[in-house]
């Protein structure tokens, strides 16, 4: 149960408070009618939900219609094998599908639904939250967000097997979705099925998703191209993780007490922590851990126990002033400082955890064992039981009372029913889709692919995010075609006012460089 609940916590996309407000427009419901004939075609057609909405985005007045429902897989038999949920919101209108982008959204877990890009940064709603990103008490509410991508690209949420309302198939396993491959295989099936559909090969396609979501999107990047010939224009990618080597704490793997220590000293900046010069000015205070880690640190891991004592101390007392944590406790580690360890150690003093998604939320510590999502023994993640609440709430209420949806199955916001993830391919080695991204880069130079990282997330640290983008070995003549980005903020930086306003900033600049050099604009 440990390990399950680390590694749900490990990957997964998670953020803010959500929550029901009385809608300010009223959304016309329109069923789909029901397939005509054969109790057979109505079975392989499921009634969709189809209502039409207004909201204003920049200032400027968007008609929308949103579909929720079932889109579902079949095998080449016409067998069923799974029943996607997706919501879809295309702007009315807009006849000329090559010059209108589709997005397709996900979130990652494993285990996760779509719910967090959705209704936190995406979607014509958002949940309200503080400018600061603390969650705020029930009931939750939620309003339309001015800041959502609908305005430059038609949007497809899609949750994933077993996640949301989406389940396998009566008469289907759902293992054969409960892992790497197949996830990709499913969701692939499920963005060229929804893509033929609705008539949109024509449209600029995009791909965006969030922390597991990123590896999901590195995936498809080429598996897309090999197995429907579908080329992407873009891929967003939000708290990325595509080398698992960067983030897993084993034996024998420096790597990410490396990568995280800039994290470690932004947590430790922000709650007060850090002492003299690196208290002032925080990129400045990154800059000099960012050295550090290229630099001394990294040298003196890489000495394992030939480290000299000299050494070892000047280590440990620059790793102090780093992480504002006790010599005492960085030498009894080993100069390894273990994410579990920092976030119940930082402010344990005051009886408090810092989260791990973000790591500016601060919780009482459960000293009582019962632990919380992050793990048993006594931590739990701050960060993430303060927005599961509000956003289950939120999609729960929405998907009702605004998209004219019913289903009486649990809606799973954050499941572990598709644990063991299984990994079938690559058990004995660190899973990288930075390769398979590369590959479908190399392939497809019109490719442009956006980074974004959040300051403070300790589930998929930027400096990790950073090394794996510069180990990519891309060729000159795409690396151009990779940006990033980065926020004050957590691993759902958009539940930070001032980065939920950057990143939308930041994606029209993307879109535009994007459509520009695509001819579209």
């Given at each position: 149960m440990k390990s399950l609940r680390l590694l749900l916590l490990l990957l997964c996309a998670s953020p803010a408070l959500l929550a029901q407000d009385e809608p300010k427009e009223k959304g016309t419901d329109r069923k789909s009618p029901p397939a005509a004939a054969t109790d057979k075609d109505k079975e392989k057609d499921p009634v969709l939900s189809v209502t039409e909405h207004e909201i204003t985005v920049g200032g400027k007045p968007i008609k929308y219609q949103a579909t929720a429902g079932y889109l579902v897989l079949k095998s080449e038999k016409g067998e069923p094998r799974a029943n996607i949920f997706f919501v879809a919101y295309t702007k009315l209108g807009a006849s000329d599908a090559a010059k209108?982008?589709?997005?397709?959204?996900?979130?990652?877990?494993?285990?996760?639904?779509?719910?967090?890009?959705?209704?936190?940064?995406?979607?014509?709603?958002?949940?309200?939250?503080?400018?600061?990103?603390?969650?705020?008490?029930?009931?939750?509410?939620?309003?339309?967000?001015?800041?959502?991508?609908?305005?430059?690209?038609?949007?497809?949420?899609?949750d994933p097997v077993s996640t949301g309302y989406s389940r396998a198939a009566k008469d289907a396993d759902p293992k054969q979705f409960h892992g790497f491959t197949g996830d990709i295989e499913s969701v692939g099936e499920f963005i060229r099925l929804w893509t033929t559909r609705n008539q949109r090969w024509a449209s600029p396609k995009f791909l965006v998703g969030e922390s597991y979501g990123t590896t999901r999107a590195a995936g498809l990047s080429d598996y897309l191209q090999q197995k429907h010939d579908l080329y992407l224009n873009g891929i967003m990618l939000v708290s990325s993780i595509m080398n698992f080597q960067t983030a897993r704490f084993a034996p024998g793997n420096d790597l990410p007490y490396q990568l995280f220590l800039p994290t470690y000293t932004?947590?430790?900046?922000?709650?007060?922590k850090l002492k003299g010069d690196l208290a002032k000015d925080l990129p400045k205070t990154l800059a000099r851990a960012e050295q550090f880690v290229l630099k001394d640190y990294s040298l003196a891991l890489m000495q394992g126990d030939a480290l000299p004592a000299a050494e070892r101390s000047r280590i440990a007392k620059e790793l102090v002033a780093l992480t504002g944590l006790?010599?005492?406790?960085?030498?009894?580690?080993?100069?390894?400082?273990?994410?579990?360890?920092?976030?119940?150690e930082l402010m344990k003093a005051e009886n408090r955890n810092i989260g791990r998604l973000d790591s500016r939320i601060v919780g009482i510590?459960?000293?009582?064992?019962?632990?919380?999502?992050?793990?048993?023994?006594?931590?739990?993640?701050?960060?993430?039981?303060?927005?599961?609440?509000?956003?289950?709430?939120?999609?729960?209420?929405?998907?009702?009372?605004?998209?004219?949806?019913?289903?009486?199955?649990?809606?799973?916001?954050l499941t572990g029913r598709v644990q063991?993830?299984?990994?079938?391919?690559?058990?004995?080695?660190?899973?990288?889709?930075?390769?398979?991204?590369?590959?479908?880069?190399?392939?497809n130079p019109f490719l442009k692919v956006w980074v974004a990282n959040g300051y403070y997330d300790l589930a998929t640290p930027y400096f990790a995010t950073d090394y794996t983008v510069k180990h990519m070995g891309l060729d000159p003549a795409v690396r151009g075609n990779l940006t990033m980005s980065h926020y004050e903020a957590g691993h759902m930086m958009y539940i930070h006012m001032d980065s939920l306003k950057k990143l939308k900033a930041d994606y029209g600049a993307y879109m535009d460089a994007t459509l520009k050099g695509a001819g579209v604009k």
């Open positions: 209108r982008p589709l997005t397709f959204s996900f979130n990652g877990g494993p285990g996760s639904s779509s719910v967090w890009l959705h209704l936190g940064a995406l979607g014509p709603k958002r949940v309200v939250m503080t400018d600061k990103g603390e969650s705020l008490p029930p009931p939750y509410k939620w309003v339309d967000n001015e800041w959502s991508w609908l305005d430059q690209t038609d949007l497809v949420f899609i932004a947590a430790a900046w922000y709650h007060g006790t010599e005492e406790y960085v030498l009894r580690q080993n100069l390894r400082i273990n994410i579990f360890g920092f976030v119940t510590a459960d000293n009582g064992g019962g632990g919380g999502r992050g793990g048993d023994g006594g931590f739990f993640d701050p960060s993430m039981e303060a927005i599961l609440g509000g956003y289950t709430a939120a999609m729960n209420d929405y998907a009702r009372r605004e998209l004219k949806y019913e289903n009486d199955l649990s809606y799973e916001i063991p993830w299984s990994y079938a391919n690559v058990e004995n080695e660190y899973l990288n889709v930075a390769e398979t991204l590369k590959r479908a880069m190399t392939k």
